[in-house]
C-alpha cells in the first residue's frame, strides 16, 4: 500500500537527468484480466512515444530502442498472469532509472502517461490521507476480530491477549452458568435477575460482550474514532448497550462476519462510513468565503501554485476528473504561466501545487467539481497565514 515513505522516494526523483515514468490506469476486480492487459500495453506504447519525442521529454529523449530497453520492466509485468488476476479499481506504475514499482489501489485512476524528469504523484495523495480513521469490530460468538482502517486500506489489530476466544471461552470457566449468579472475580461482571432458557443464553452473551469491551477498552481508552459493529441483528444493540466506548457509529454492518476475508470487511465498512466522513470533513461554501474575506483561501492557481510550492497550502482541494493543467512555474518571481498544450518545460501544475502541498505537511483531497467549496474552480486551498 502506497505511504509516506513511498511518496519520498518517488519525489527525490524531481529534477532528474533520466526519464520518469508514471502510468495511471482503471482497472477491473474480477474477470477482465485480459482487458486490463491490453490497455497496460496500450499505455506503454504511449511511454514510449513521449520518451521518444524530444519536444515532450526535452531533457534527454530517447531512441525507440533505449526506449523499449528502458520500460524493459514494466514490460515483464505483462507476462505475470497471477498478478493481472488479482487487481483492485487502479494500477500505477513507475519506471524511472534503476526503479520500477507499481502499488495496486481501490483508487479508480484516469488512463495516464507521464514522461518528464519527475513522477506524477498527484492522483496518489489521497493515499496518504491520515484522517477518515475508523474502526471495525467483527463479533460473533465463536470469534472476535478487531480492524483499523481508512478509505483506502484496513488492517487487522492483534487482540488475543486482551479478548476471549469467543463465547465459550468465557461461560466454560463456571462449571454452570447459574452459578454465575452473584459472584464476580478478577474483573467479572455480578449478574441479577436472569432466569433459565432463554434469558441464560442472553446472560452468557452479556458477559461474553462485557469482557470482550472491557479487554478492547484497555486498547482503545484514549481513541476517539468511530467504530462499526459487524455483526448478527441481534447482537448489535446487546454490545452498543454495554459498551463503555465512546464512537460507536449508528449505522453497523449486520451478518455474520466469520468467513469473510478483510478486503470484503473493508469493502463493506467503507460503505457504511463514507457519507459520515463527506459530512465530517466538508468544508462548506460559508466557510470558505469566510477563509477568503481574511485573505485565507483563494481559488486561483495563479495564487495557489506559489502557495503551495512555499509551503502556505494547509488544504488543497483538487477536481478529481480534471486529468492535466500545463504550464510553466518562476521560481524567481514566484508566477505561473499557462500552456494551452504540452511544451518542452511544462509541468502539470496540478500535480506541483499537490507534491508542494505534501512536501510542505500540507493535506491534499481529490473530489468531484460540483464538491469543491467553489465550483468556479478546479482548484480552491486553504492557507495557513
Known amino acids: 500500500m502506497f505511504n509516506q ?54 531533457k534527454n529523449e530517447l531512441n525507440k530502442k533505449d526506449a523499449i530497453t528502458f520500460l524493459a520492466p514494466a514490460f515483464d509485468l ?26 495496486v489501489t481501490p483508487l479508480e485512476f484516469p488512463e495516464f502517461v ?9 492522483h496518489m495523495m489521497p493515499m ?27 488492517t487487522p489489530v492483534i487482540i488475543q491477549d486482551l479478548v476471549p476466544n469467543g463465547k465459550e471461552a468465557v461461560v466454560n470457566v463456571e462449571d454452570n452458568s447459574k452459578n454465575l449468579q452473584g459472584h464476580s472475580s478478577g474483573g467479572t461482571v455480578i449478574f441479577h ?30 481513541e476517539t474514532a468511530p467504530m462499526i459493529i459487524y455483526s448478527v441483528d441481534y447482537q448489535i444493540p446487546i454490545y452498543q448497550d454495554i459498551s463503555k466506548y465512546s464512537n460507536i457509529n449508528n449505522n453497523h454492518i449486520t451478518g455474520n462476519p466469520e468467513s469473510d476475508d478483510p478486503v470484503l470487511i473493508h469493502e463493506r ?3 457504511v462510513m463514507k457519507d459520515y ?21 483563494s481559488f486561483s492557481l495563479h495564487e495557489i501554485v506559489p502557495a503551495a510550492i512555499q509551503g502556505k497550502v494547509e488544504t488543497l482541494f483538487l477536481d478529481k476528473n480534471e486529468e492535466v493543467i500545463w504550464g510553466e512555474y518562476d521560481e524567481k518571481e514566484h508566477t505561473i504561466q499557462f500552456h494551452e498544450k ?14 508542494s502541498t505534501i512536501d510542505n505537511g500540507g493535506k491534499v483531497t481529490s473530489r468531484l467539481r460540483e464538491e469543491l467549496p467553489r465550483v468556479v474552480s478546479h482548484t480552491n486551498a486553504i492557507f495557513r497565514y
Open 277 to 297: 466522513f463527506v459530512e465530517e470533513n466538508k468544508v462548506t461554501r460559508e466557510e470558505f468565503n469566510q477563509n477568503l474575506v481574511d485573505g485565507k483561501a
Open 78 to 103: 505483462l507476462e505475470n498472469d497471477d498478478f493481472w488476476n488479482h487487481l483492485s479499481d487502479g494500477l500505477a506504475v513507475f519506471i524511472g532509472k534503476d526503479h520500477f514499482s507499481y502499488f
Open 269 to 271: 465498512a467503507w460503505s
Open 342 to 355: 504540452r511544451q518542452a518545460k511544462s509541468i502539470c501544475l496540478l500535480n506541483k501545487s499537490a507534491v
Open 114 to 122: 507521464h514522461a518528464h524528469d519527475h513522477f506524477y504523484l498527484r
Open 193 to 222: 435477575g436472569y432466569g433459565g432458557g432463554k434469558d441464560d443464553k442472553n446472560e452468557e452473551l452479556i458477559k461474553y460482550f462485557r469482557e470482550v469491551d472491557n479487554g478492547l477498552m484497555e486498547m482503545l481508552h484514549d
Open 128 to 154: 496518504l490521507n491520515k484522517n477518515n480513521k475508523f474502526f471495525v469490530l467483527a463479533l460473533s460468538q465463536n470469534e472476535v476480530r478487531f480492524f483499523e482502517g481508512n478509505e483506502m486500506s484496513i
Open 5 to 58: 515513505k513511498h511518496f519520498t522516494l518517488l519525489n527525490n526523483f524531481q529534477n532528474s537527468d533520466t526519464p520518469c515514468v508514471s502510468i495511471y490506469l482503471p482497472t477491473y476486480r474480477y474477470g477482465s484480466a485480459q482487458e486490463d492487459r491490453i490497455r497496460y500495453k496500450n499505455a506503454l506504447a504511449e511511454a514510449i512515444v513521449q520518451l521518444t519525442d524530444g519536444s515532450v521529454f526535452y
